[in-house]
T-cell receptor, first 118, second 109 residues
Framework: GAVVSQHPSRVICKSGTSVKIECRSL??????MFWYRQFPKKSLMLMAT?????????EQGVEKDKFLINHASLTLSTLTVTSAHPEDSSFYIC??????????????FGPGTRLTVL | DQQVKQNSPSLSVQEGRISILNCDYT??????FLWYKKYPAEGPTFLIS?????DKNEDGRFTVFLNKSAKHLSLHIVPSQPGDSAVYFC????????FGDGTTLTVKP
């Protein structure tokens, strides 16, 4: 099956620093990748949709200057949390849609990145 | 306003019995529904889906039922196995996917 990786799996940083999270589709090309945030015992909240070679589309309430998304290739999207603060601590999950899939509804999720901001 | 709700945060069943996970939604524009399974420290994995034009979809031990008039869908797992223990998310699509909060299923041997 399709595999999506995320790196790092865990990161702890000091308040005010920036953190970059990578999302890679390992065995397929993804024209579209999604970034989610999950709070404890809560649902996945879509933050933004990232399309290869174009600007990301952010959901309402998500600060685009704080959560920078780059989708530079068909297999890589990055999320940079700039000037992180403790309230940014969360579980961030990416997913990717296979460009060759006949169904546009199938998303493959990465394992997630646990961000802790001290 | 949460458009997709899973009102039971947890469910415990005995191995071999049926597990029924429920999901309610409010947006009548949703036209596709999905169930995902998530183990700790892993991303969600697609399980089964159903289009709004159908009321049932079956795949092995997993069956999803959709009641559009009640805006309700359910996932049936029968027979339940200990390996089914995980968090189950339902999701509804009207363009993008909206997820419920998840239900933690525990299947006891």
């Amino acid at each position: 099956g399709a595999v999506v990786s995320q790196h790092p799996s865990r990161v702890i940083c000091k308040s005010g620093t920036s953190v970059k999270i990578e999302c890679r589709s390992l065995d397929f090309q993804a024209t579209t990748m999604f970034w989610y945030r999950q709070f404890p015992k809560k649902s996945l909240m879509l933050m933004a949709t990232s399309n290869e070679g174009s600007k990301a589309t952010y959901e309402q309430g998500v600060e685009k200057d704080k959560f920078l998304i780059n989708h530079a290739s068909l297999t890589l999207s990055t999320l940079t949390v700039t000037s992180a603060h403790p309230e940014d601590s969360s579980f961030y999950i990416c997913s990717a849609r296979d460009r060759t899939a006949t169904s546009t509804d199938t998303q493959y999720f990465g394992p997630g990145t646990r961000l802790t901001v001290l | 306003d949460q458009q997709v709700k899973q009102n039971s945060p947890s469910l415990s069943v005995q191995e071999g019995r049926i597990s029924i996970l429920n999901c309610d939604y409010t947006n009548s524009m949703f036209d596709y529904f999905l169930w995902y399974k998530k183990y700790p420290a892993e991303g969600p994995t697609f399980l089964i889906s159903i289009s709004s034009i159908k009321d049932k979809n079956e795949d092995g031990r997993f069956t999803v039922f959709l009641n559009k008039s009640a805006k309700h869908l359910s996932l049936h797992i029968v027979p339940s196995q200990p390996g089914d223990s995980a968090v189950y998310f339902c999701a509804a699509k009207a363009g993008k996917s909206t997820f419920g909060d998840g239900t933690t299923l525990t299947v006891k041997p």
